[in-house]
């Protein structure tokens, strides 16, 4: 009901209701850096970042992977249950991105409880992959802040997976 009532209530404004910027409570614009502290700064930030991007491997890297599975490397599936209804690649594990980053505050026997693996230790080879490859991304993103340093990318993903194996991608 206040739902409605907000909503009702934004629609009955004028069209010539002007709108404030959104504020957020701790953060403010510091328009006191110069511009070379501005370009230190982003230096300084892309300089951390850079190694945040995982390798990104091929399906030929993939399939020998799936092919040869070993204890030091998972190939994690970050796709919805649902999704995995479809097929998953020889040898993955799931683990959906929309749990990723609290599954991997949990200690070992909490996650192995929940999840049926062992959690990953943080050098241990991780290869993630999804759909179509923008989650793997992102999970590759979200393991790299959370400390996991042996990150892998199949960018190809399922669909590639399909397509290079002979069935129709879904």
């Given amino acids: 009901m206040l739902r409605t009532i907000v909503f009702s209530a934004a629609r009955s404004r004028p069209s010539t209701h002007i709108q404030r910027p959104l504020l957020v409570p701790g953060l403010r614009f ?3 850096r110069t511009s070379e502290e501005r370009k230190a700064h982003n230096k300084a930030k ?3 970042q850079k190694d945040w991007v995982a390798p990104i491997l091929t ?4 399939k020998r992977k799936s092919q040869q599975p070993s204890e030091d490397a998972y190939l994690i599936d970050v796709r919805e249950p649902d999704e995995v209804l479809q097929g998953m690649i ?6 959906p991105l929309s749990g ?10 909490k996650f192995k409880e929940i999840h049926g693996f062992q959690k990953p230790a943080l050098d241990q080879e991780i290869i993630f992959y999804c759909r ?3 989650r793997s991304s992102s999970a590759s993103d979200v393991a790299r802040r959370n400390g ?3 990150i892998l990318n199949y960018k190809g993903s399922w669909l590639d ?3 290079k194996e002979g069935g129709q991608p879904s």
């Fill in 30 to 32: 510091n328009s006191s």
């Fill in 46 to 48: 892309e300089d951390l």
């Fill in 59 to 62: 399906y030929e890297q993939v």
């Fill in 90 to 95: 020889p040898s993955a594990v799931n683990l």
């Fill in 100 to 109: 990723l980053s609290g599954a991997l505050h949990l200690d070992r026997e």
């Fill in 132 to 134: 179509s490859g923008m």
């Fill in 148 to 150: 996991y340093k042996n």
């Fill in 161 to 163: 997976w399909k397509a």
